[in-house]
T-cell receptor
């Protein structure tokens, strides 16, 4: 069964900490994405990557960075966590092209205290 | 981004068919229509997608209007497990492979 795996289901971090959210896919997909989901705001795209070492800003990149050193792994980094980054974070991957669907991970519920 | 319009919520009874509508009047010729659903406490799940012709898979059917300005996701026999938020999304070349999710339709299935 093909998968997108997010390293943690629940995470609690302190304000100011550097936080790493890891995502691994086993489908050899070129594209990988990070979204956050908040009540009333839906899913919003933070960053995405079309290939190794490539990254593109999404709609809300402020306060985040990403790293893609290997094709299967896409990391989201919160440089200095703040309480307004408390959210559900969702990773997804897809093949290149419009005709391919996304496969999502189960999400990481991050709480910043 | 090309916008889609869906009802905020719909209700259905178990074992009955469900037709979830989506309007996308600004769709362009190369835009694909994607449907995803999200069950409570889970990530979104791909359901189906299409370009011009109607599409069927094991989960659902997608009926696309002739002018492509609207589409309908059809669940042939709703089950309680189908209760979810359903998203209709357009993917377009100018956006690359990125998908922009709207608010979707909350489907309630009554036993």
């Amino acid at each position: 069964d093909v998968k997108v795996t997010q390293s943690s289901r629940y995470l609690v971090k302190r304000t100011g900490e550097k936080v790493f959210l890891e995502c691994v896919q086993d489908m050899d997909h070129e594209n990988m994405f990070w979204y956050r989901q908040d009540p009333g705001l839906g899913l919003r795209l933070i960053y995405f990557s079309y290939d190794v070492k490539m990254k593109e800003k999404g709609d809300i990149p402020e306060g985040y960075s990403v790293s893609r050193e290997k094709k299967e792994r896409f990391s989201l980094i919160l440089e200095s966590a703040s309480t307004n980054q408390t959210s559900m974070y969702l990773c997804a991957s897809s093949n290149r092209g419009l005709a391919y669907g996304y496969t999502f991970g189960s999400g990481t519920r991050l709480t910043v205290v | 981004d090309a916008k889609t319009t869906q009802p905020n919520s719909m209700e259905s009874n178990e074992e009955e068919p469900v037709h979830l509508p989506c309007n996308h009047s600004t769709i362009s010729g190369t835009d694909y229509i994607h449907w995803y659903r999200q069950l409570p406490s889970q990530g979104p799940e791909y359901v189906i997608h299409g370009l011009t012709s109607n599409v069927n898979n094991r989960m659902a059917s997608l009926a696309i209007a002739e002018d492509r300005k609207s589409s309908t996701l059809i669940l042939h026999r709703a089950t309680l497990r189908d209760a979810a938020v359903y998203y209709c999304i357009l993917s377009r070349e100018t956006s690359g492979s990125r998908l922009t999710f709207g608010e979707g339709t909350q489907l309630t299935v009554n036993p």
